[in-house]
């Protein structure tokens, strides 16, 4: 069966620290796309990252990198020198291309990042 | 800025009452979706249009009635709400493709509350 696992329900912080937000998916399919998505206090949910299953390249963006691990399942999400402005709940989530989750992704619990000055 | 857009921001209603959320997105994108979000839990899907048709219903109560006027309009009709309807619904839309691998781009949201 399907499932996104984040672990963490909720980690603290001092600014200007690093810190690894864990995913951990199952899925019978060899093609399935992962997602990280970031939602502030606000409430709308930012979009971070879509990766494949194909690609297993670990990616850089900024202060954000993903590492994606098919061996152990896993694509965890690391902030480097962590700032206020990225306290918020962070979503991992998966899919499936079949046609039985036609739209649907499976997401994870939601990991809460509190980032203290 | 979003691409997404949503409107209310908040909504308060009676549990006689009749509103409409409205959402609106300006990417050319053919899917839309509505979403239920409780506090601390992730989004739960509710309903899915491709080309302005529906194409999912999550088993959603009747008191929920979405409308796709156009490819880039959604709106979510709401009539004699309960409670625990109180949450943050939020639109989301896609490329169209037949299967969920599309990037789903969110707007802010609609906190409703139902007294």
């Known amino acids: 069966a399907q499932k996104v696992t984040q672990a963490q329900t909720e980690i603290s912080v001092v600014e200007k620290e690093d810190v690894t937000l864990d995913c951990v998916y199952e899925t019978r399919d060899t093609t399935y796309y992962l997602f990280w998505y970031k939602q502030p206090p606000s409430g709308e949910l930012v979009f971070l990252i879509r990766r494949n299953s194909f690609d297993e390249q670990n990616e850089i963006s900024g202060r954000y990198s993903w590492n994606f691990q098919k061996s152990t399942s896993s694509f965890n999400f690391t902030i480097t020198a962590s700032q206020v402005v990225d306290s918020a709940v962070y979503f991992c989530?998966?899919?499936?291309?079949?046609?039985?989750?036609?739209?649907?992704?499976?997401w994870g619990a939601g990991t809460k990042l509190i980032i203290k000055p | 800025d979003t691409e997404v857009t949503q409107t209310p921001k908040h909504l308060v209603m009676g549990m006689t009452n009749k509103k409409s959320l409205k959402c609106e997105q300006h990417?050319?994108?053919?899917?839309m979706y509505w979403y239920k979000q409780k506090a601390k839990k992730p989004p739960e899907l509710m309903f899915v249009?491709?080309?302005?048709?529906?194409?999912i219903n999550e088993s959603v109560p009747s008191r929920f009635s979405p409308e796709c006027p156009n490819s880039s309009l959604l709106n979510l009709h709401l009539h004699a709400l309960q409670p625990e309807d109180s949450a943050l619904y939020l639109c989301?839309?896609?490329?169209?493709?037949?299967?969920?691998?599309?990037?789903?781009?969110f707007g802010p949201g609609t906190r409703l509350t139902v007294l």
């Open positions: 249009y491709s080309y302005e048709k529906l194409s």
């Open positions: 989530a998966l899919s499936e291309p079949s046609m039985d989750s036609n739209y649907q992704l499976i």
């Open positions: 989301a839309s896609s490329q169209q493709t037949r299967s969920s691998t599309d990037t789903q781009y």
């Open positions: 990417m050319g994108h053919r899917a």
